[in-house]
């Protein structure tokens, strides 16, 4: 039962890296300048929610995030019973902060999840939003909106700091846990997941940060 929660917790983690690179390359459009960054974001967001593919996947990433925070969540409660840390490695290699963290992260980026969804997501579905010049729900106002607030900008990176941590040990495990690890690439596997998650998050958090000081 511990190898079946390991595979789902590798498997619909890794899925969610996939699904963050689309979410960024889709988000990248809001560097644009503001009368093209709106036409753009707002079609996008509304190719996402009328595409009955993309609708698919949507709830197959609702499954995993649920998946995996409960099994993250299982994993660590038995750890912590056991009085060992999240993640152990039976390599005998040095743990690492985030290693030893991962369940702490995860709660971070779980609490971050809720504010993000609440504020575009539940916004975009439920919420009563303007159209935009073209026609479809302005998103892109509701975006730039909330990050004039500088709180809000600051959550945003703090979240980022924690989602690059957990992303660099996350994709190495779930790559090991998955049987995909060989002892020759170990290096090159950690340093893509390092590469991969620093490229992401500061992505992500550089797209609030820019908004906060553009918009005004």
């Known amino acids: 039962m511990t190898v079946t929660r390991k595979l789902l917790m590798s498997l619909t983690g ?11 390359l889709g988000n990248t459009q809001l560097f644009l300048p503001p009368s093209e ?4 974001f707002n079609w996008y967001s509304h190719f996402l929610t009328g595409n009955i593919f993309i609708k698919i996947v949507s709830y197959v990433l609702y499954l995993s995030i649920l998946l995996h925070a409960v099994y993250a969540w299982i994993i660590t409660a038995k750890n912590k019973k ?3 840390n999240y993640k152990q490695d039976a390599r005998g290699r040095s743990s690492k902060w985030s290693s030893r963290n991962m369940g702490i992260l995860g709660f971070i980026i779980l609490i971050f999840l809720v504010l993000h969804f609440q504020n575009f997501w539940y916004v ?25 607030q500088g ?3 600051a959550i945003y990176v703090v979240a980022m700091i924690a989602l690059g941590y957990h992303l660099a040990h996350g994709i190495s495990s779930g790559i090991r846990t998955l049987g995909l690890f060989n002892p020759k690439f170990v290096r090159w596997v950690q340093y893509l997941g390092v590469a ?16 906060f000081f553009t918009s005004k």
């Open 151 to 153: 709180w809000l900008v």
């Open 37 to 40: 960054a709106q036409q753009s």
């Open 196 to 211: 991969y998650a620093v490229l992401i998050c500061l992505g992500f958090a550089l797209m609030p940060i820019y908004i």
């Open 82 to 84: 056991a009085g060992g």
């Open 14 to 24: 890794l899925f969610l890296c996939f699904f963050l690179l689309i979410h960024f």
């Open 124 to 148: 975009y579905k439920f919420g009563s939003i303007g159209l935009d010049p073209w026609g479809n729900k302005d998103l892109y106002t509701v975006v730039v909106t909330a990050f004039q």
